[in-house]
């Protein structure tokens, strides 16, 4: 079935641990993007992709990294997780105009 | 840059009212504005859009209205249910440009 796809859905980390947060959409799309989003509360762009070898950072600084080695996968990394990185990450994708939205990774770092 | 004005930040209504949420956008080049609903513990999910050569779009009890002149547009839910509970993000683009600019979000609350 044509869907994006985050894993994992929940992880509690201790401070310092690096981390990848998976990406992965069926649809074919070239463009993706990554947000964090507490609850309820204002998407912030922090990464994005228009294609294969094309990242650029969002409107929100970040001090994690992403790459597009292949169109249908976008992972985010933290290379050192900090208790203020402790939210929600929702993964995105979009071709023309509907963007659809991965379930989401719920990060808490300790 | 380009940014999106959204309000209310929260709004409660008694079930079987009307709710509305407006929006202002600042890039006039912006051709493309979608709603998109998102429930609690759940990923945001498309409801409407519009297009700017349009100034209004229906499906069933939902509607959105754009005046491009004021750089408005609206989202108008009538009759709400409790179902409508959720948090509403407005957002405005060039169709088939690279990013969306979503608005603050608006939580709704519908009262039985």
């Known amino acids: 079935e044509a869907d994006i796809y985050q894993t994992p859905r929940y992880l509690v980390i201790g401070t310092g641990k690096k981390i990848t947060l998976e990406c992965s959409q069926t649809?074919?799309?070239?463009?993706m993007y990554w947000y964090q989003q507490d609850p309820g509360m204002e998407l912030h762009l922090i990464h994005y992709?228009?294609?294969?070898?094309?990242?650029e950072k969002g409107d929100l600084s970040s001090e994690s990294t992403v790459s597009r080695i292949r169109t249908e996968h976008f992972p985010l990394t933290l290379e050192s997780a900090r208790p203020s990185h402790t939210s929600q990450y929702l993964c995105?994708?979009?071709?023309?105009?509907?963007?659809?939205f991965g379930p989401g990774t719920r990060l808490t770092v300790t | 840059g380009e940014n999106v004005e959204q309000h209310p930040s929260t709004l409660s209504v008694q079930e079987g009212d009307s709710a509305v949420i407006k929006c202002t956008y600042s890039?006039?080049?912006?051709?493309?504005f979608p709603w998109y609903k998102q429930e609690l513990g759940k990923r945001p999910q498309l409801i409407i859009d519009?297009?700017?050569?349009?100034g209004e779009k229906k499906d069933q009890r939902i509607a959105v209205t754009l005046n491009k002149t004021a750089k408005h547009f609206s989202l108008h839910i009538t009759e709400t249910q409790p179902e409508d509970s959720a948090v509403y993000f407005c957002?405005?683009?060039?169709?088939?440009?690279?990013?969306?600019?979503f608005g603050q979000g608006t939580e709704l609350s519908v009262k039985p």
């Open positions: 995105a994708s979009r071709e023309l105009s509907e963007q659809y």
């Open positions: 649809m074919g799309h070239d463009k």
């Open positions: 992709s228009y294609g294969v070898n094309s990242t």
């Open positions: 890039d006039s080049a912006s051709n493309y």
């Open positions: 519009i297009r700017s050569n349009v």
């Open positions: 957002a405005a683009n060039i169709w088939s440009g690279g990013k969306l600019i």
